[in-house]
Every structure is written in C-alpha cells, then in structure tokens.
C-alpha cells in the first residue's frame, strides 16, 4: 500500500468538498440577495353571532405587536369588522400573531390568532371568520380536505375559546 499516494489522495478530497460547499454557499447567497419576499393579504374577520341573547352586543379591540386596531362595537348578530394583514408567501413556521380582546354579556376571550400564508389560500375573499356566540368565539371558515384525489375546501366549524364568565357580582 501507497500512503503518499493515499494522503493526497485525502487532500484532493477535502479541497472537493470545500469547493462544493463555497459553490452551494455562493449559490444561496445569490438566491438570497435576488429573492424578494412575496407578500398576500387576507383579513381578519370578527364577527356577531350573539343570537338569543336580550343583550347580544360585543366590543373588541385587536393588537398585533405593532398595531392597535382599537375597540370597536358590534351591537347585533350579523355586524362584523374585517381588517386587512400583510403574510409573507412561503412561509409557514413564523405566523402572524394578532391578540384580540372579546366582551360581552357573557364573558370576556383572549383570541390569539395566527396566520400564515396559507390561511389566506384557505380565507379568499374574506370567507373565514371569528365569531362571537353565546358559547364563545367559533372559528367558522374553509380547510383543504385531502381526503379527495384532488384536494378541495370543506367548511369547518369549531369552537375556539370558551367565555370567561364575569366574576360574580353581589
Ligand atoms: C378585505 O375586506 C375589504 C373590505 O371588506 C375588501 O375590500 C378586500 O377585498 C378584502 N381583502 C381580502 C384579501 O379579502
């Protein structure tokens, strides 16, 4: 056996592999500084479904970390307010966190929603929406069903926050 000839031989070998890794790091940086992000907007919806109630209004204020939409006033079941969020295509682990604060006669929800790309495929045309219901706040929208050879929306509907009742009062 050659050891001169095999150490060499090791050498080539490690100069190939950092060629290739400054080539694959050369390459990604250039998709990195070509890439701009691509941008898709979809709204949140907060919506009254306070039916049976003597008193069905509600008041929400909604936040993101940074932007305070404020409070705003649903006085009956039907009234909703949208307001517009900005996701980046493509990205699915990072959401967008919007935290909205929920009043009624009933109780009082903290709603953390999250949002990716994804959710505004599923919500065109603002067809998802949080509603407020006398059991809490009910996500009602659309989800892919990939049951189906081609996969296609379904409505969903379920609750995802029960009332916080109001402390007794006596
Ligand atoms: C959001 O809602 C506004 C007003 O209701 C509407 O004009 C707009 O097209 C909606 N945007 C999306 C992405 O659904």
Same mark, same amino acid.
């Given at each position: 056996m050659d050891l001169n000839n095999n150490k060499s031989n090791n050498v080539v070998k490690t100069l190939a592999r950092w060629c290739l890794l400054l080539q694959a790091f050369m390459i990604s940086s250039n998709t990195v500084a070509l890439k701009e992000p691509d941008y898709v !907007?979809? !709204?949140?919806?907060?919506?009254?479904?306070?039916?049976?109630?003597?008193?069905?209004e509600i008041v929400y204020r909604c936040q993101s970390k940074r932007k305070d939409?404020? =409070?705003?006033?649903?006085?009956? %079941?039907?009234?909703?307010?949208?307001? %517009?969020?900005?996701?980046?295509?493509?990205e699915t682990k990072i959401p967008a966190i919007h935290i909205c604060q929920i009043r009624s006669v009933?109780?009082?929800?903290?709603?953390?929603?999250? !949002? $990716?790309?994804?959710?505004?495929?599923?919500? %065109?045309?603002?067809?998802?929406?949080?509603?407020? $219901? %006398?059991?809490?706040?009910?996500?009602?929208?659309?989800? =892919?069903?990939?049951?189906?050879v081609f996969p296609k929306l379904k409505p969903v509907e379920y609750l995802e926050l029960p009332w916080t009742p109001w402390p007794n009062r006596t």
């Amino acid at each position: 056996m050659d050891l001169n000839n095999n150490k060499s031989n090791n050498v080539v070998k490690t100069l190939a592999r950092w060629c290739l890794l400054l080539q694959a790091f050369m390459i990604s940086s250039n998709t990195v500084a070509l890439k701009e992000p691509d941008y898709v !907007n979809m !709204n949140i919806t907060i919506r009254n479904s306070m039916t049976g109630l003597i008193r069905p209004e509600i008041v929400y204020r909604c936040q993101s970390k940074r932007k305070d939409y404020g =409070w705003h006033r649903s006085p009956k %079941p039907g009234v909703q307010f949208s307001f %517009p969020i900005i996701l980046i295509k493509g990205e699915t682990k990072i959401p967008a966190i919007h935290i909205c604060q929920i009043r009624s006669v009933l109780g009082t929800a903290t709603l953390v929603i999250q !949002n $990716t790309y994804l959710d505004a495929e599923m919500c %065109p045309r603002s067809s998802c929406a949080h509603e407020a $219901t %006398p059991k809490g706040i009910v996500f009602r929208g659309l989800e =892919w069903d990939f049951k189906t050879v081609f996969p296609k929306l379904k409505p969903v509907e379920y609750l995802e926050l029960p009332w916080t009742p109001w402390p007794n009062r006596t």
